[in-house]
């Protein structure tokens, strides 16, 4: 525990894929892919979208906004075994994992230590499990955690996670670190939820910050005032993604760019525009869900669930290159159309689903897809028309 207190602040590439228990035929079919950087930074685990360089505590479900996550596969639930007082821990013997002596441990903490939460209901769990030590350097080679005590208002059925730790370089120093985990929940239905982390390109986090002594205060030279940028709202943007988005290949949370194909209104044609992908879903490996006995919102369109052969990907822009700065992109979709010279797109979009209905219009300055499942790619000739907004994001 000394050491782990002493870890330098680290960031780490966590790609998680999803996976959803099918009863009929006995396995787990792939929902989707994550790439996320995840940082610990003195003591604490933060969040962010590859490349973006501002970390949140915002657990991976709450940034994608469905889902199942749990973060103690990164760091916390070392500590919660080896550190907290209430854990009662007992020696079980040698034995071997992945090919390796090891000393097998089991351990029980008593007290609701697990903070677990499903929809709006949230509680406190209790846990217990085993870990495995190399008998040399005793380093902690796995960890096995299962939640008991669950409250019943949270329809939880049973929660498990399973992490794999190996030494990294971190800042000339050996530390040890998460490799993968795999986190197992199932839910009072029987519905079953995994998730299967890989931890890669683990390194040093740190910031740069500058220190300027003057010789009196009065040598002192304020920063100039920056106006802040605006665009203005109700122009039309034409949007051409600068890479085609395959379906099959992407992850959620990829960072994606497009350009604009005309100037107008001070954005010059070819101005960049950069995002991410914020959802891939292939309606063909979705369990179907049954309708709402009463629903707030009556919708004539097909429900979540029931798009066989279709596959939806979500983008969302955040920046647009203007007047050489990048600011806020504020915009909705209103159209798609093929490119001149191309065929007919085989995409409809402007929508997405939530509790079982549809939304015609999503949220500002993203956008849903549906393409084909046999050419699940969105790009090729197809042109985005776009209408940017006030601040406030409505029209």
Known sequence: MAELGSVPNYVCVDSIERSLWIPDEHQFRRLDRLHLEIAHIEGADRFSWLGNSAFQLTAPTAMVGYGASFSGDFADNRALVLASRWTKISYSGRVTIEGRPALRYEYDVHRGVLAVSNASQSGFAAARGAFWIDPETLDVLQIDLEAHDIPPSLKIGSIVDRTMYWPVL???????????????????????????????????????????????????????????????????????????????????????SAHTLQSVGGIRRGAHVYGRVSRILNYNDQVPT??????????????????????????????????????????????????????????????????????????????????????????????????????????
Request: glycine share 8%; hydrophobic share 35%.
């Open 290 to 395: 049954s309708k709402p006995e009463r629903s707030s919102r009556p919708s004539k369109h097909a429900m979540y669930g029931q798009h066989a052969g279709e596959v939806l990907i979500g983008i969302e822009f955040s920046q647009i290159e203007f007047r050489r700065s990048r600011v806020p992109f504020m915009a909705r979709l209103i159209d798609l159309e093929s490119q001149p010279g191309a065929r007919d797109i085989q995409i409809r979009g402007f929508g997405y689903f939530e509790d079982g209905a549809i939304v015609q219009y999503d949220p500002p300055a993203t956008a849903s897809f549906y393409v084909s499942q046999e050419n699940p790619v969105l790009g090729r000739g197809v042109i985005m028309q776009w209408v940017t907004l006030p601040e406030r994001g409505s029209l």
């Open 170 to 256: 971190v800042g000339g120093r050996r530390v040890l670190l998460a490799r993968r985990s795999e986190f197992l929940l199932t839910e009072a239905d029987g519905t079953m939820k995994r998730n299967t982390s890989m931890f890669s390109n683990c390194r040093e986090y740190s910031a740069e910050s500058t220190v300027t002594f003057g010789s009196s205060p009065g040598t002192q030279v304020s920063p100039p005032t920056m106006e802040k940028t605006r665009i203005q709202p109700g122009l039309q943007l034409q949007l051409v993604l600068d890479t085609p988005l395959d379906a099959n290949k992407a992850s959620v949370g990829d960072p994606i």
